[in-house]
């Protein structure tokens, strides 16, 4: 009850002297999105005949967040080097990752994207189907942010050490 009280009194008092509170930053949480993408990719592995589990990693996870900020921020990205010259290799292994490491980059010129928009920029790469569709990429990390006017989306794909 007294934070509800103290949160009042700095409308009130801010109201009355004109300061400006700023508005908490909207940040959209795109779990969903994400976990849709792993699921979307373990369907393709069984497609392809695997027999294995697919488990979201948090390594590779963290690997694919600094890679998304990285293309968010930096238009002249568009692919799977970083604005530092980094590779999913090297970002994978300083998130801690030790394996064998791949990825996926989608980029859509808008708000938001789809899971198939996704994977329609995916499936249809034979680079990518491979990636997508080998068996011994039993790790994944998903992650995506927004922008105004873009979205990015990556996908890093590991076989454990």
């Not at 488990?55 to 692919?79: E, I, K, M």
């Not at 080097?81 to 490491?101: C, E, F, M, P």
């Amino acid at each position: 009850m007294t934070s509800k009280r103290s949160v009042a009194l700095v409308v009130v008092t801010s109201a009355l002297l004109g300061w400006v509170v700023p508005a908490p930053a909207a940040h959209a949480d795109n779990r969903r999105l994400n976990n849709s993408v792993a699921a979307n990719v373990y369907t393709i592995q069984r497609q392809a005949g695997c027999t294995t589990d697919l488990t979201v990693n948090p390594q590779l996870q963290l690997a694919a967040q600094w890679h998304t900020n990285d293309v968010l921020n930096n238009r002249s990205l568009d692919g799977d080097l970083g604005s530092d010259g980094s590779t999913v290799a090297i970002r994978a292994a300083n998130a801690g990752y030790q394996g064998n490491v791949a990825e996926t980059v989608a980029i859509n010129p808008a708000l938001a994207i789809s899971g198939i928009e996704i994977l329609n920029q995916w499936y249809y790469r034979s680079d990518y189907m491979a990636i997508m569709s080998n068996c011994a990429f039993t790790n994944i990390g998903v992650w995506s942010e927004n922008s105004l006017d873009r979205t990015v989306v990556v996908a890093v794909y590991g076989e454990p050490a």
